[in-house]
């Protein structure tokens, strides 16, 4: 007797859909096929299609420090309400920041008493920490995030060239990868003086202190000095198809180069942005229409191969600010990733089953070296998400899990529908969820 059978699911596979149940036991997925045998606990997937779990690898929860602006408990449930499964926690906006080895530290054992989920940890990359890296690295750091340009934070400068470049060396000693948030500083902070010194703060004069080419040529630096550092390097939301393109030329060079973006990128666009105001301000900021189609051509051609959410939530007085310069640039929207990608992507525009699997928690996976995540298949860790891709409902505040009821898609239908999720075996979102115990640090090519 197995602990737990699903049965006559749809299971979704990178490389296809397939009529079959999941057999699970402990921890681990043991068997998948279309007779797993019998279970303890049984349960029926008839109409629905069973999604490896969400590996999200782009998230803020900004625990210890600032839980009053999101925090663990209520990140990862919102998480889980959306099928994910384990998330890589970004090294601000918590206090301290994740760039030494004592704060990768509190950040871990913080985590380990309040999610839900499972969960890797993101070092930072700043000007003077480069002797930090290696005992983080050693510690089970999946990787380290440099900003290009300012953070938001005084305590996470940004990092100049020789830190990038340094830092890429260091981070190719210890076999991991850079993560860069990619906009010129040069280029965004001279515009944005521009601006203030003429008197405008307003939504318009944001984005056009942001323009496109700020994030295309700052892809570009980052790749040259990855590809002279011989560091693997990922590219964080990025936000047009444009810069989608300067990646791949750079890959084409040789840089060791993932792509990524995000969910709000492809549903919305700078109309949104000033239709909606400041709960959708996020840097990069929303595009054109016609950039946001590029970007959607280059992930339905698989050039963009990871979606992370990029929740960054805050409270809600940071989103109400007159000079819109000072508000708060993050969107929330962990625990619609999943249905956004089904309704946008699969049922408007053709994209398939697999491939939002793929890029939600297969790739993700595979490139950070999450060895057992991302795949349903005999070894793997029994982490599902249960969903009725068909079912439709309109997001309301009051379903959100997330701590503050804010959200740039609040009102809009979505088909997809989480039904259950499961991590390691054990059902931590839907009805009769247990939430018995908490998630792990997961570390890379363990």
């Known amino acids: 007797m197995h602990d737990l059978v699903i049965r006559d699911g749809r299971i979704v596979t990178d490389s296809g859909v397939v009529e079959s149940g999941v057999a699970i036991d402990g921890e681990f997925i043991t068997e998948v096929g279309p007779d797993p045998g019998a279970g303890r606990r049984e349960v029926d997937a008839s109409g629905l299609h069973v999604f490896p779990g ?52 509190l950040k871990s054992a913080a985590l380990h008493g309040s999610s839900i989920t499972d969960f890797a ?201 007159e000079n819109f310069f000072e508000i708060w640039g993050g969107i929330a929207g962990i625990q619609s990733t999943l249905s956004v990608m089904i309704e946008e992507g699969h049922h408007l525009r053709g994209l398939s089953l697999a491939s939002i699997a793929r890029k939600l928690a297969t790739r993700p996976a595979e490139r950070f070296g999450m060895v057992r995540k991302g795949r349903i298949e005999k070894g793997f860790h029994a982490d599902l998400a249960l969903v009725d891709v068909g079912k439709a409902a309109t997001l309301v505040p009051e379903s959100l899990q997330q701590r503050h009821p804010i959200s740039p898609y609040a009102g809009i239908h979505l088909r997809g529908k989480v039904k259950q999720t499961i991590r390691r075996g054990e059902q931590i979102w839907g009805d009769g969820a247990s939430n018995k115990t908490r998630g792990t640090l997961v570390r890379p090519w363990k």
């Open 54 to 105: 969400l590996v999200d690898l782009h998230v803020h929860f900004n625990e210890p420090g600032r839980t009053e602006w999101e925090g663990a408990a209520t990140g990862s449930r919102a998480f889980a309400a959306g099928g994910g499964t384990l998330f890589g926690d970004m090294p601000l906006n918590s206090t301290p920041c994740t760039t030494t080895c004592a704060a990768f530290d």
């Open 121 to 321: 940890l993101w070092g930072g990359l700043i000007p003077g920490n480069r002797s930090e890296m290696a005992e983080m690295a050693a510690k089970g750091a999946l990787g380290f995030k440099a900003f290009l340009c300012d953070s938001g934070l005084q305590e996470f400068p940004r990092a100049d060239d020789l830190t990038l470049y340094q830092g890429l060396q260091e981070a190719a000693s210890c076999g991991l990868p850079v993560a860069v948030h990619a906009e010129s500083e040069e280029i965004t902070r001279g515009l944005i003086n521009q601006m203030m010194q003429a008197g405008r703060h307003d939504l318009r004069s944001f984005l056009e202190s942001r323009p496109v080419i700020a994030e295309v040529e700052a892809i570009g630096r980052a790749a040259l000095l990855a590809r002279e550092a011989g560091a693997k390097l990922h590219i964080v939301h990025i936000s047009s198809g444009s810069g989608v393109a300067e990646a791949l030329e750079q890959r084409a060079r040789g840089t060791d180069l993932s792509i990524e973006t995000c969910p709000h990128y492809l549903f919305f666009t700078e109309d949104d942005l000033l239709r909606i105001g400041a709960i959708a301000k996020c840097a990069p900021p929303l595009r054109s229409a016609a950039e946001r189609d590029l970007l959607w051509t280059r992930a339905l051609d698989g050039d963009v191969e990871i979606i992370g959410s990029d929740h960054s939530p805050c409270p809600p007085e940071m989103k109400n600010r």
